[in-house]
Protein backbone atom coordinates (compact mmCIF):
# COMPACT_ATOMS: atom_id res chain seq x y z
CA UNK A 1 0.00 0.00 0.00
CA UNK A 2 1.21 3.74 -0.41
CA UNK A 3 1.91 5.47 2.87
CA UNK A 4 -2.32 6.60 3.57
CA UNK A 5 -4.48 5.83 6.20
CA UNK A 6 -5.67 2.62 6.37
CA UNK A 7 -7.63 1.08 9.40
CA UNK A 8 -6.96 -1.73 11.07
CA UNK A 9 -9.99 -4.08 12.77
CA UNK A 10 -10.00 -6.65 15.68
CA UNK A 11 -12.85 -7.88 17.70
CA UNK A 12 -13.05 -9.99 20.90
CA UNK A 13 -12.68 -8.46 24.38
CA UNK A 14 -13.53 -4.66 25.56
CA UNK A 15 -9.75 -3.72 25.27
CA UNK A 16 -6.51 -4.35 22.77
CA UNK A 17 -2.90 -3.78 23.03
CA UNK A 18 -0.95 -2.64 20.06
CA UNK A 19 2.66 -2.63 19.73
CA UNK A 20 5.33 -3.08 16.76
CA UNK A 21 6.89 -6.50 16.14
CA UNK A 22 9.50 -4.92 13.40
CA UNK A 23 8.81 -2.01 11.71
CA UNK A 24 7.78 1.88 12.36
CA UNK A 25 7.51 2.46 16.05
CA UNK A 26 3.82 3.15 16.89
CA UNK A 27 3.54 7.15 17.68
CA UNK A 28 0.12 8.03 18.76
CA UNK A 29 -1.65 11.14 17.03
CA UNK A 30 1.22 10.57 14.50
CA UNK A 31 1.10 7.43 12.50
CA UNK A 32 -1.16 5.60 15.26
CA UNK A 33 -4.47 7.08 16.01
CA UNK A 34 -5.28 5.19 19.52
CA UNK A 35 -4.15 2.27 21.34
CA UNK A 36 -6.44 0.27 23.41
CA UNK A 37 -9.06 0.26 20.57
CA UNK A 38 -10.22 -1.86 18.44
CA UNK A 39 -9.90 -0.39 15.03
CA UNK A 40 -7.02 2.12 14.99
CA UNK A 41 -5.81 3.82 12.02
CA UNK A 42 -2.54 3.74 10.72
CA UNK A 43 -0.12 5.66 9.04
CA UNK A 44 3.38 3.91 8.65
CA UNK A 45 6.08 5.32 7.20
CA UNK A 46 7.46 1.32 5.99
CA UNK A 47 6.30 -1.88 6.35
CA UNK A 48 5.00 -3.28 9.75
CA UNK A 49 4.28 -6.06 11.67
CA UNK A 50 1.86 -5.54 14.39
CA UNK A 51 0.63 -7.81 17.19
CA UNK A 52 -2.26 -6.84 19.09
CA UNK A 53 -3.42 -8.30 22.84
CA UNK A 54 -6.86 -8.18 23.84
CA UNK A 55 -8.76 -8.97 26.94
CA UNK A 56 -11.75 -12.03 26.77
CA UNK A 57 -13.77 -13.09 29.61
CA UNK A 58 -12.95 -15.29 32.53
CA UNK A 59 -8.98 -13.64 32.52
CA UNK A 60 -7.89 -15.19 29.37
CA UNK A 61 -6.00 -13.44 26.45
CA UNK A 62 -5.82 -13.55 23.06
CA UNK A 63 -3.20 -12.61 20.31
CA UNK A 64 -2.93 -12.14 16.98
CA UNK A 65 -0.33 -10.04 14.10
CA UNK A 66 -0.61 -8.22 11.07
CA UNK A 67 1.98 -7.10 8.17
CA UNK A 68 0.96 -4.01 6.51
CA UNK A 69 3.39 -3.70 3.84
CA UNK A 70 4.78 -0.01 2.91
CA UNK A 71 5.28 0.19 -1.25
CA UNK A 72 6.28 3.35 -3.27
CA UNK A 73 3.67 5.62 -3.82
CA UNK A 74 2.53 7.25 -7.36
CA UNK A 75 0.98 10.00 -8.99
CA UNK A 76 -1.50 10.06 -11.72
CA UNK A 77 -3.95 12.25 -13.82
CA UNK A 78 -7.11 11.38 -15.30
CA UNK A 79 -8.30 13.36 -18.35
CA UNK A 80 -10.86 12.72 -20.90
CA UNK A 81 -11.80 14.75 -23.83
CA UNK A 82 -14.96 16.26 -22.93
CA UNK A 83 -17.32 16.67 -20.42
CA UNK A 84 -20.12 17.14 -22.34
CA UNK A 85 -20.97 15.26 -25.50
CA UNK A 86 -23.52 14.14 -28.37
CA UNK A 87 -24.97 10.82 -29.55
CA UNK A 88 -22.46 8.47 -30.92
CA UNK A 89 -19.56 10.37 -30.48
CA UNK A 90 -16.21 9.36 -29.37
CA UNK A 91 -15.65 10.52 -25.49
CA UNK A 92 -11.37 9.54 -25.11
CA UNK A 93 -10.83 8.76 -21.22
CA UNK A 94 -7.05 8.49 -20.14
CA UNK A 95 -5.65 7.58 -17.18
CA UNK A 96 -1.84 8.31 -16.58
CA UNK A 97 0.33 7.58 -13.40
CA UNK A 98 3.68 8.82 -12.73
CA UNK A 99 6.39 7.23 -12.68
CA UNK A 100 5.96 4.84 -15.99
CA UNK A 101 6.03 1.47 -15.41
CA UNK A 102 3.58 -1.14 -15.21
CA UNK A 103 0.02 -0.81 -14.32
CA UNK A 104 -3.52 -2.85 -14.27
CA UNK A 105 -6.64 -0.46 -14.86
CA UNK A 106 -10.53 -1.54 -14.09
CA UNK A 107 -13.29 0.71 -15.14
CA UNK A 108 -16.19 0.58 -13.97
CA UNK A 109 -19.14 -0.18 -14.97
CA UNK A 110 -17.86 -1.40 -18.28
CA UNK A 111 -20.58 -0.45 -20.38
CA UNK A 112 -20.39 1.65 -23.72
CA UNK A 113 -16.27 1.57 -23.42
CA UNK A 114 -14.14 0.10 -25.55
CA UNK A 115 -11.75 -1.84 -23.16
CA UNK A 116 -12.48 -1.56 -19.65
CA UNK A 117 -8.96 -2.99 -18.85
CA UNK A 118 -6.91 -0.50 -20.54
CA UNK A 119 -5.41 3.14 -19.78
CA UNK A 120 -7.47 5.14 -22.50
CA UNK A 121 -10.54 3.32 -23.25
CA UNK A 122 -13.03 5.24 -25.46
CA UNK A 123 -16.89 5.90 -24.28
CA UNK A 124 -19.87 5.95 -27.09
CA UNK A 125 -23.29 5.92 -26.39
CA UNK A 126 -26.48 6.06 -28.64
CA UNK A 127 -28.72 6.41 -24.93
CA UNK A 128 -29.07 10.40 -23.71
CA UNK A 129 -28.33 10.77 -20.06
CA UNK A 130 -25.50 11.55 -16.83
CA UNK A 131 -23.00 8.61 -16.95
CA UNK A 132 -19.97 8.17 -14.24
CA UNK A 133 -16.99 5.66 -14.18
CA UNK A 134 -14.59 4.73 -11.82
CA UNK A 135 -11.45 3.55 -12.01
CA UNK A 136 -8.77 1.85 -10.05
CA UNK A 137 -4.90 2.26 -11.16
CA UNK A 138 -2.67 -0.79 -9.16
CA UNK A 139 0.78 -0.49 -9.75
CA UNK A 140 2.95 -3.60 -9.90
CA UNK A 141 3.83 -3.48 -6.15
CA UNK A 142 0.25 -3.08 -5.49
CA UNK A 143 -0.17 0.28 -4.45
CA UNK A 144 -4.06 1.15 -5.18
CA UNK A 145 -5.62 4.77 -6.57
CA UNK A 146 -9.27 5.20 -7.23
CA UNK A 147 -10.67 8.02 -9.40
CA UNK A 148 -13.85 8.78 -11.27
CA UNK A 149 -14.98 11.17 -13.94
CA UNK A 150 -18.43 11.92 -16.02
CA UNK A 151 -19.81 12.55 -19.10
CA UNK A 152 -23.34 14.04 -19.82
CA UNK A 153 -24.39 12.61 -23.20
CA UNK A 154 -27.18 15.02 -24.68
CA UNK A 155 -30.31 14.08 -26.51
CA UNK A 156 -28.81 15.11 -30.08
CA UNK A 157 -26.66 14.05 -32.64
CA UNK A 158 -23.55 16.03 -33.87
CA UNK A 159 -23.97 17.19 -37.03
CA UNK A 160 -20.89 16.51 -40.16
CA UNK A 161 -20.49 20.62 -40.66
CA UNK A 162 -18.72 21.03 -43.65
CA UNK A 163 -17.88 25.22 -44.38
CA UNK A 164 -17.88 26.46 -47.99
CA UNK A 165 -17.62 29.67 -49.77
CA UNK A 166 -18.92 30.90 -53.16
CA UNK A 167 -15.04 32.27 -53.89
CA UNK A 168 -11.92 32.02 -52.37
CA UNK A 169 -10.16 34.73 -54.36
CA UNK A 170 -11.90 38.25 -54.11
CA UNK A 171 -11.54 41.67 -54.50
CA UNK A 172 -12.21 44.66 -51.84
CA UNK A 173 -15.87 45.11 -52.00
CA UNK A 174 -17.01 41.84 -53.32
CA UNK A 175 -19.74 39.66 -51.81
CA UNK A 176 -18.87 36.19 -50.85
CA UNK A 177 -21.53 34.13 -49.56
CA UNK A 178 -20.85 31.39 -46.87
CA UNK A 179 -22.60 27.95 -46.04
CA UNK A 180 -22.79 25.73 -43.54
CA UNK A 181 -23.88 22.21 -44.55
CA UNK A 182 -24.64 19.62 -42.60
CA UNK A 183 -23.29 16.54 -44.28
CA UNK A 184 -26.63 14.89 -44.22
CA UNK A 185 -26.38 14.52 -40.44
CA UNK A 186 -29.05 13.73 -38.06
CA UNK A 187 -30.28 17.18 -36.51
CA UNK A 188 -30.51 18.07 -33.35
CA UNK A 189 -34.17 19.18 -33.46
CA UNK A 190 -37.34 18.06 -34.62
CA UNK A 191 -38.65 20.33 -37.52
CA UNK A 192 -39.76 21.35 -41.20
CA UNK A 193 -36.77 21.41 -43.41
CA UNK A 194 -35.25 24.58 -45.49
CA UNK A 195 -35.16 21.76 -48.25
CA UNK A 196 -37.12 18.83 -50.42
CA UNK A 197 -33.30 17.25 -51.36
CA UNK A 198 -30.96 15.48 -49.32
CA UNK A 199 -27.11 16.06 -49.13
CA UNK A 200 -26.50 12.50 -48.28
CA UNK A 201 -27.24 9.52 -50.29
CA UNK A 202 -31.75 8.52 -50.04
CA UNK A 203 -33.10 5.39 -48.56
CA UNK A 204 -36.05 3.84 -48.18
CA UNK A 205 -37.59 2.19 -45.02
CA UNK A 206 -40.32 -0.15 -44.26
CA UNK A 207 -41.46 0.37 -40.43
CA UNK A 208 -43.31 -2.50 -38.67
CA UNK A 209 -44.34 -5.47 -39.53
CA UNK A 210 -48.20 -6.65 -41.15
CA UNK A 211 -50.34 -8.40 -38.67
CA UNK A 212 -53.58 -8.17 -40.02
CA UNK A 213 -55.27 -5.02 -42.08
CA UNK A 214 -58.84 -3.23 -41.83
CA UNK A 215 -62.12 -4.11 -43.19
CA UNK A 216 -64.15 -1.97 -45.47
CA UNK A 217 -65.73 -0.30 -42.38
CA UNK A 218 -63.00 -0.28 -39.98
CA UNK A 219 -60.46 2.23 -38.60
CA UNK A 220 -57.49 2.90 -38.44
CA UNK A 221 -56.75 3.10 -42.38
CA UNK A 222 -54.81 6.20 -44.16
CA UNK A 223 -57.21 6.23 -47.16
CA UNK A 224 -60.33 5.61 -44.89
CA UNK A 225 -63.87 7.27 -46.43
CA UNK A 226 -66.49 5.58 -44.29
CA UNK A 227 -67.09 9.38 -43.59
CA UNK A 228 -67.26 12.49 -45.41
CA UNK A 229 -64.20 13.70 -43.43
CA UNK A 230 -61.65 11.98 -41.31
CA UNK A 231 -58.56 12.80 -39.08
CA UNK A 232 -56.08 10.12 -38.11
CA UNK A 233 -52.89 10.41 -36.25
CA UNK A 234 -50.08 7.47 -36.20
CA UNK A 235 -47.36 7.18 -33.79
CA UNK A 236 -44.35 5.88 -34.53
CA UNK A 237 -42.07 4.85 -32.10
CA UNK A 238 -38.49 5.76 -32.46
CA UNK A 239 -37.31 2.46 -31.24
CA UNK A 240 -39.19 1.16 -34.70
CA UNK A 241 -37.78 3.83 -36.63
CA UNK A 242 -34.59 2.78 -35.71
CA UNK A 243 -35.04 -0.50 -36.04
CA UNK A 244 -35.54 -0.14 -39.47
CA UNK A 245 -32.47 1.15 -40.04
CA UNK A 246 -33.73 4.67 -39.94
CA UNK A 247 -31.17 6.72 -37.60
CA UNK A 248 -32.74 9.97 -38.41
CA UNK A 249 -32.52 12.79 -40.47
CA UNK A 250 -34.58 14.38 -43.46
CA UNK A 251 -37.79 12.68 -44.51
CA UNK A 252 -38.96 13.48 -47.86
CA UNK A 253 -41.61 11.11 -48.54
CA UNK A 254 -44.13 8.31 -46.90
CA UNK A 255 -46.02 5.48 -48.51
CA UNK A 256 -49.13 3.38 -47.41
CA UNK A 257 -49.72 -0.39 -48.84
CA UNK A 258 -53.22 0.06 -50.43
CA UNK A 259 -54.28 -4.49 -50.62
CA UNK A 260 -58.13 -3.75 -51.22
CA UNK A 261 -60.68 -1.04 -52.48
CA UNK A 262 -63.81 -2.89 -50.91
CA UNK A 263 -65.49 -0.55 -52.90
CA UNK A 264 -64.32 2.68 -51.79
CA UNK A 265 -64.29 5.56 -53.81
CA UNK A 266 -60.49 6.39 -55.38
CA UNK A 267 -60.16 10.20 -55.37
CA UNK A 268 -59.81 11.42 -52.00
CA UNK A 269 -60.50 15.67 -51.58
CA UNK A 270 -57.96 18.18 -49.84
CA UNK A 271 -55.92 14.79 -48.47
CA UNK A 272 -53.54 16.60 -46.27
CA UNK A 273 -50.37 15.17 -44.25
CA UNK A 274 -48.91 16.75 -41.10
CA UNK A 275 -45.97 15.63 -38.87
CA UNK A 276 -44.59 16.17 -35.53
CA UNK A 277 -42.22 14.70 -32.53
CA UNK A 278 -43.88 13.80 -28.79
CA UNK A 279 -42.19 12.31 -25.80
CA UNK A 280 -45.89 10.42 -25.45
CA UNK A 281 -45.02 6.50 -25.71
CA UNK A 282 -48.93 6.18 -26.47
CA UNK A 283 -51.56 8.36 -28.23
CA UNK A 284 -54.43 9.13 -25.63
CA UNK A 285 -55.37 12.86 -27.05
CA UNK A 286 -54.62 14.78 -30.49
CA UNK A 287 -51.44 15.94 -30.79
CA UNK A 288 -51.07 19.72 -31.35
CA UNK A 289 -48.37 22.16 -33.10
CA UNK A 290 -47.79 19.47 -36.38
CA UNK A 291 -46.34 20.29 -39.32
CA UNK A 292 -48.21 20.18 -42.66
CA UNK A 293 -45.56 18.26 -44.82
CA UNK A 294 -48.14 17.61 -47.79
CA UNK A 295 -50.37 20.45 -48.30
CA UNK A 296 -54.40 19.86 -49.09
CA UNK A 297 -54.82 18.41 -52.54
CA UNK A 298 -56.81 15.85 -54.09
CA UNK A 299 -55.00 12.18 -54.53
CA UNK A 300 -55.80 9.20 -55.93
CA UNK A 301 -55.61 6.05 -54.92
CA UNK A 302 -54.89 2.70 -55.97
CA UNK A 303 -54.09 -1.11 -55.02
CA UNK A 304 -50.60 -1.39 -54.16
CA UNK A 305 -47.75 1.33 -52.78
CA UNK A 306 -49.18 4.85 -52.66
CA UNK A 307 -46.24 7.12 -52.19
CA UNK A 308 -46.49 10.82 -51.11
CA UNK A 309 -43.71 13.04 -52.19
CA UNK A 310 -43.88 15.61 -49.44
CA UNK A 311 -44.14 19.70 -50.17
CA UNK A 312 -42.32 20.20 -47.11
CA UNK A 313 -39.79 18.05 -46.16
CA UNK A 314 -39.38 16.98 -42.18
CA UNK A 315 -36.81 16.80 -39.95
CA UNK A 316 -36.50 13.93 -37.54
CA UNK A 317 -34.19 14.18 -34.68
CA UNK A 318 -33.90 10.33 -34.21
CA UNK A 319 -34.93 10.16 -30.66
CA UNK A 320 -38.17 11.60 -30.28
CA UNK A 321 -41.29 9.51 -31.06
CA UNK A 322 -42.46 10.69 -34.73
CA UNK A 323 -46.51 11.58 -35.24
CA UNK A 324 -48.31 11.48 -38.12
CA UNK A 325 -51.54 13.16 -38.99
CA UNK A 326 -53.67 12.17 -42.26
CA UNK A 327 -56.83 14.27 -42.91
CA UNK A 328 -59.30 14.90 -45.72
CA UNK A 329 -62.35 16.65 -46.13
CA UNK A 330 -65.17 16.01 -48.61
CA UNK A 331 -68.49 17.23 -46.83
CA UNK A 332 -68.66 19.82 -49.59
CA UNK A 333 -69.86 17.00 -51.75
CA UNK A 334 -71.57 14.93 -48.73
CA UNK A 335 -70.53 11.91 -49.93
CA UNK A 336 -69.08 9.21 -48.12
CA UNK A 337 -68.12 5.24 -49.31
CA UNK A 338 -65.80 2.54 -47.62
CA UNK A 339 -62.02 2.20 -46.25
CA UNK A 340 -59.19 0.64 -48.17
CA UNK A 341 -58.00 -1.89 -46.52
CA UNK A 342 -53.97 -1.22 -44.95
CA UNK A 343 -51.76 -3.57 -43.31
CA UNK A 344 -51.22 -2.18 -39.94
CA UNK A 345 -48.75 -3.58 -36.70
CA UNK A 346 -50.62 -3.34 -33.38
CA UNK A 347 -48.27 -2.36 -30.66
CA UNK A 348 -49.38 -3.44 -27.01
CA UNK A 349 -50.19 -0.41 -24.60
Known sequence: MSRSSYTLNSSGGSNFNWSVISGDPISLGNNF???????????????????????LSGGCSNTDTISVDVVPDFNYSLTQSATTTCLNSLIQFNAS????????????????????????????????GFYEYEVTIVSNLGCVK????????????SPDITLTASDTNVFCGDTVYLDAGLGGGVPAFCGP???????????????????GSNSGTQYPSPFGFYYESVKEQYLFRAAELIASGFS???????AWDAIAQNNAAAIFPNYTIKMGCTNQNTLNTWQAGLTTVFSPQNVTIA?????????????????????????FDNTANNAYTNNWSVPHQIFPL
Open 146 to 157: VDTLSVNVLPAY
Open 193 to 211: SGATTCNAPSSSQTIGTDM
Open 33 to 55: SCNGCSNPVINPAYSTVYKVVSN
Open 248 to 254: GGKITEI
Open 97 to 128: PSPSGNYSYQWSPATFLTNSNTATPEFNTSIP
Open 303 to 327: IGINQFVLTTAYEWDGISNLVVEVC
